[in-house]
């Protein structure tokens, strides 16, 4: 009952931080009213409706409003795509630890971190080189010109050794529906390689119309129909 309690009153805090005033979607604040009165599923109606304009508290505001309602895949997709918006907030970290506890399938340690900071490194590092480059054109000396000839060097090095990453970066997919089977074949009646429930993240591999081709773990993979993934 305690725990309860606290998660009741982390999850009301959290929205109500998350709540963003400024959003343009005129269904926003219909959505965070019904949320207030305990009508998650009209919250999530209005809520939708809004997608075609996303940001942080549009998504940790669906992960709130599917989570009162049990829905741990679509709370764990939103909670995610919050989480890309706005890494460092404190609340919604812990959010997704009580979303991801909750979950039948557990992910290791590891993927998760490597689902939850894909590209944040790499992007870094271009940022950082970007950097140099812009000094050495504003700098008017020999060090501008060294740092402009580093720049450009150190840039063209990094983005041969990295041109696979970039071309193809890691996608990844959150299963949406309760249980779903992963077949081996882009055919319903194709035979079963194993099941995985709500809220499994999975790497997309390729995509080929209404199908998807996933990588369960190292040496399992399979297809799954389209719909049923949450692309982060």
Same mark, same amino acid.
């Given at each position: ?8 009153? @982390? ?26 009165? $305990?009508?998650?599923?009209?919250? @999530? ?34 909670? #995610? ?17 009580? +979303? ?37 054109? +504003?700098?008017?000396?020999?060090? $501008? ?6 720049? @450009? ?6 983005? +041969?050794?990295?041109?696979?990453? #970039? +071309? ?23 035979? #079963? ?35 049923? @993934?949450?692309?982060?």
């Amino acid at each position: 009952m305690k725990r309860f309690k606290l998660v009741w009153f @982390i999850f009301t805090l959290f929205f109500c931080l998350s709540l963003d005033s400024s959003n343009a979607c005129e269904t926003f604040q219909e959505g965070s009213q019904a949320y207030f009165s $305990g009508n998650y599923e009209q919250a @999530i109606l209005a809520y939708t409706q809004c997608l075609t304009d996303p940001s942080y508290a549009l998504h940790s505001n669906l992960g709130s409003s599917y989570y009162k309602l049990g829905k741990m895949g679509k709370a764990h997709f939103h909670f #995610l795509k919050a989480f890309q918006r706005n890494p460092k907030h404190q609340n919604l970290s812990f959010n997704l630890s009580l +979303v991801q506890e909750a979950l039948l399938d557990q992910e290791q340690p590891e993927f998760l971190e490597q689902v939850m900071s894909s590209g944040s490194f790499e992007y870094k590092i271009l940022f950082f080189l970007v950097l140099i480059i812009s000094l050495g054109i +504003v700098m008017r000396s020999k060090w $501008g010109v060294w740092l402009l000839f580093l720049g @450009i060097l150190l840039s063209t090095s990094w983005i +041969v050794y990295q041109w696979n990453y #970039l +071309v193809e970066q890691p996608k990844y997919g959150v299963v949406m529906e309760n249980r779903q089977s992963i077949f081996s074949n882009q055919n319903l009646h194709s035979s #079963l390689l194993t099941d995985v429930h709500a809220g499994k993240l999975l790497r997309i591999v390729s995509e080929h119309g209404d199908w998807v081709q996933v990588k369960v773990q190292p040496g399992l993979q399979g297809w799954v129909p389209s719909n049923v @993934i949450g692309r982060l």
